[in-house]
């Protein structure tokens, strides 16, 4: 997926100018011509985060949020709870991908887009994660009893 990050240089609107959106560029991909990504040019808010896109190492959330990186809303100043919400299932050919919206309780201002996928290839299974406050993070299980890649040399 190709994920292309523009900091707005001129502001236009109010929101904008409290929060410090960025523009995310998000290519929508095509599968058996299913659009996937169904969100396009959404502004996500940098304002609302400690940090953009931390590396979760290998915990990728199909649900959730993960609050210890929302500072709180910057367009109401409150921080509360952060509701899940325009939330997406397509699963097709042995991929299933979940898109959801995280967005203020109380004015509605969208913080961030989530996108989880989880798939098998040959013998794993195959776990993705991309949210400006969720995070990065990308995983995969053998789904054999014993996981080739762990197997100690005999030597």
Excluded: W
């Excluded at 304002?47 to 915990?59: A, F, I, L």
């Excluded at 921080?79 to 004015?107: A, M, P, Q, W």
């Amino acid at each position: 997926m190709a994920l292309k990050q523009t900091h707005l240089k001129n502001p236009t609107t109010e929101e904008e100018r409290k929060c410090g959106s960025s523009t995310k560029i998000i290519k929508p991909r095509y599968k058996s011509g299913y659009l996937i990504s169904l969100v396009y040019n959404l502004k996500m808010c940098t304002g609302c985060v400690e940090k953009e896109y931390p590396d979760r190492g290998n915990t990728c959330l199909d649900n959730g949020s993960y609050l210890m990186n929302f500072l709180g809303c910057a367009n109401c100043q409150k921080r509360d709870f952060v509701l899940i919400s325009n939330k997406t299932l397509v699963d097709e050919d042995e991929e299933e991908i979940v898109t959801y919206l995280h967005k203020c309780k109380n004015c509605d201002h969208v913080i961030a887009r989530h996108e989880y996928t989880f798939s098998v290839v040959d013998d794993y299974q195959e776990y993705t994660m991309l949210c400006m406050l969720c995070g990065k993070a990308e995983d995969s299980i053998s789904v054999m009893p014993d996981d080739p890649r762990q197997s100690a040399p005999l030597f």
